[in-house]
């Protein structure tokens, strides 16, 4: 179970309790809990002038202010919550909490705090649960894959069929007037040729002899690729959505030069890039409901209330019998 997040008290306030010993949780709205407090049997949020807030009126008031979306958001973070934590998923998590904790360190303060405002409106206590919200965003998208590949014929199939997904990678020889290499140009083209017929891989090839040294500098990955990219000149577009999974390019012109091109369409590549995920749930809207209501399912929850619970099948979506 989730024995990481039991370090502190949290009151849920989607009007949930967890049978498998989640515990209980707050969002934003509770910054201090009063420990074990209980009236009545029930949770005590806070205390002032000897008045007491409970946790069932906090549940109302978020309803109330913000909507089933808020509700919902609690209820999705507690479902995934209860999913076991790889050392994958760990590793993803510190990874991103790392990398995303450096980037906004250069704008500030100011940055973290608002990174850290985001956090609590999403249940996490504040910013040094980021790398456990990127856990949870890992384990959500297993989720989600695990279902949606149980009902491929659904979702995968059409989705690789009509959006024609894959990673790309290049490899760029520039030029001044691409339809004429220069004899320096070609020579560098006829360099990169032999390196690969020679067996080196196209990573390697990439890094030490494309002149586009942003991609270059991770083997010439230039990133996710479907029919719907626009930021790529069409020509490179077009290549590489026709390009054959594994099996580089002729030489492809565009107005930067001419470049070769390899594609990976495996669908653990694809599953492992965020990029592929965002344009994957894009495509299929419900697709992540119904992943979290099937674990929803597996757990022993009980709900605040009938109308909690409608309320929650409501916003994804979903029948009862789903």
Same mark, same amino acid.
């Given at each position: 179970?989730?024995?990481?997040?039991?370090?502190?008290?949290?009151?849920?306030?989607?009007?949930?309790?967890?049978?498998?010993?989640?515990?209980?949780?707050?969002?934003?709205?509770?910054?201090?809990?009063?420990?074990?407090?209980?009236?009545?049997?029930?949770?005590?949020?806070?205390?002032?002038?000897?008045? !007491?807030?409970?946790?069932?009126?906090?549940?109302?008031?978020?309803?109330?202010?913000?909507? !089933?979306?808020?509700?919902?958001?609690?209820?999705?973070?507690?479902?995934?919550?209860?999913?076991?934590?790889?050392?994958?998923?760990?590793?993803?998590?510190?990874?991103?909490?790392?990398?995303? =904790?450096?980037?906004?360190?250069?704008?500030?303060?100011?940055?973290?705090?608002?990174?850290?405002?985001?956090?609590?409106?999403?249940?996490? =206590?504040?910013?040094?649960?980021? !790398?456990?919200?990127?856990?949870?965003?890992?384990?959500?998208?297993?989720?989600?894959?695990?279902?949606?590949?149980?009902?491929?014929?659904?979702?995968?199939?059409?989705?690789?069929?009509?959006?024609?997904?894959?990673?790309?990678?290049?490899?760029?020889?520039?030029?001044?007037?691409?339809?004429?290499?220069?004899?320096?140009?070609?020579?560098?083209?006829?360099?990169?040729?032999?390196?690969?017929?020679?067996?080196?891989?196209?990573?390697?090839?990439?890094?030490?002899?494309?002149?586009?040294?942003?991609?270059?500098?991770?083997?010439?990955?230039?990133?996710?690729?479907?029919?719907?990219?626009?930021?790529?000149?069409?020509?490179?577009?077009?290549?590489?959505?026709?390009?054959?999974?594994?099996?580089?390019?002729?030489?492809?012109?565009?107005?930067?030069?001419?470049?070769?091109?390899?594609?990976?369409?495996?669908?653990?590549?694809?599953?492992?890039?965020?990029?592929?995920?965002?344009?994957?749930? !894009?495509?299929?809207?419900?697709?992540?409901?119904?992943?979290?209501?099937?674990?929803?399912?597996?757990?022993?929850? =009980?709900?605040?209330?009938?109308?909690?619970?409608?309320?929650?099948?409501?916003?994804?979506?979903?029948?009862?019998?789903?």
């Amino acid at each position: 179970m989730i024995d990481n997040l039991k370090k502190y008290w949290f009151v849920i306030v989607i009007g949930l309790v967890f049978i498998v010993g989640i515990g209980y949780y707050s969002s934003q709205q509770m910054n201090s809990v009063l420990k074990g407090k209980k009236v009545d049997g029930k949770h005590v949020v806070s205390e002032i002038s000897g008045v !007491n807030y409970l946790a069932d009126d906090l549940y109302t008031d978020v309803v109330k202010q913000n909507g !089933n979306g808020e509700l919902y958001k609690l209820f999705e973070k507690e479902v995934i919550s209860s999913v076991p934590t790889t050392d994958e998923a760990k590793e993803y998590g510190e990874k991103q909490a790392k990398a995303l =904790k450096s980037q906004f360190a250069e704008t500030g303060s100011k940055g973290l705090k608002e990174v850290e405002n985001y956090l609590k409106s999403m249940g996490y =206590k504040d910013i040094n649960e980021l !790398n456990i919200f990127f856990e949870n965003m890992h384990k959500r998208d297993k989720l989600v894959f695990d279902f949606a590949s149980e009902n491929e014929a659904e979702y995968i199939t059409p989705f690789l069929t009509q959006n024609k997904p894959r990673i790309v990678k290049h490899i760029l020889v520039k030029m001044e007037d691409p339809a004429n290499p220069t004899e320096a140009e070609q020579a560098k083209m006829d360099e990169v040729i032999a390196s690969l017929n020679a067996g080196e891989t196209f990573d390697k090839v990439a890094s030490a002899k494309s002149d586009d040294t942003n991609s270059a500098l991770q083997g010439g990955l230039v990133g996710y690729v479907d029919v719907s990219n626009t930021q790529l000149v069409q020509e490179f577009k077009d290549a590489a959505v026709a390009a054959e999974n594994g099996v580089v390019t002729d030489w492809v012109q565009t107005n930067f030069g001419r470049h070769l091109i390899l594609v990976d369409t495996s669908i653990d590549s694809l599953k492992a890039n965020d990029d592929f995920v965002a344009a994957f749930e !894009n495509a299929n809207p419900t697709v992540g409901y119904k992943a979290v209501w099937k674990h929803a399912q597996t757990l022993d929850i =009980k709900y605040k209330d009938d109308a909690t619970k409608q309320s929650l099948l409501d916003f994804m979506g979903i029948k009862e019998a789903e």
